[in-house]
């Protein structure tokens, strides 16, 4: 079966830290770029964190650069976002997904989504 599976999220307080994990299975992973995105209640889904396939490329949005890092493990078909120093307004339903793009936070390019795991921070 072709699917991603995230996991990781949780209720941390502000200044925790979190790791995110997706893996996939059902398809060539290292082929496809992976992007890392989230919704909060009411809020549009916006782009996070991608990387390209041939990790090349990265792109953070403004409010997590310096903060989270996206890496990506082809002999495990697992992709990670390595949360630090978390912000209330860091919470959200995070989703990974994967697209044949170039790694950019372009929600349309992406075609195939996990579930999304919670994630959670205390102020």
């Known amino acids: 079966e072709v699917q991603l599976v995230e996991s990781g999220g949780g209720l941390v307080p502000a200044g925790g830290s979190l790791t995110l994990s997706c893996v996939a299975s059902?398809?060539?992973?290292?082929?496809?770029?992976v992007g890392w995105f989230r919704q909060a209640p009411g809020m549009q889904r916006e782009g996070v964190s991608c990387?390209?396939?041939?990790?090349?490329?990265?792109y953070y949005r403004d409010s997590v650069k310096g903060r989270f890092t996206i890496s990506r493990e082809i002999s495990k078909n697992t992709g990670y976002l390595q949360m630090n120093s978390l912000q209330p307004e860091d919470s959200a339903v995070y989703y990974c997904?994967?697209?044949?793009?170039?790694?950019?936070?372009?929600?349309?390019?992406?075609?195939?989504w996990g579930q999304g795991t919670q994630v959670t921070v205390s102020s």
């Open positions: 997904a994967t697209g044949s793009g170039a790694g950019g936070p372009t929600i349309w390019s992406y075609g195939l």
């Open positions: 059902g398809f060539t992973f290292e082929e496809y770029a």
């Open positions: 990387i390209s396939r041939d990790k090349g490329r990265t």
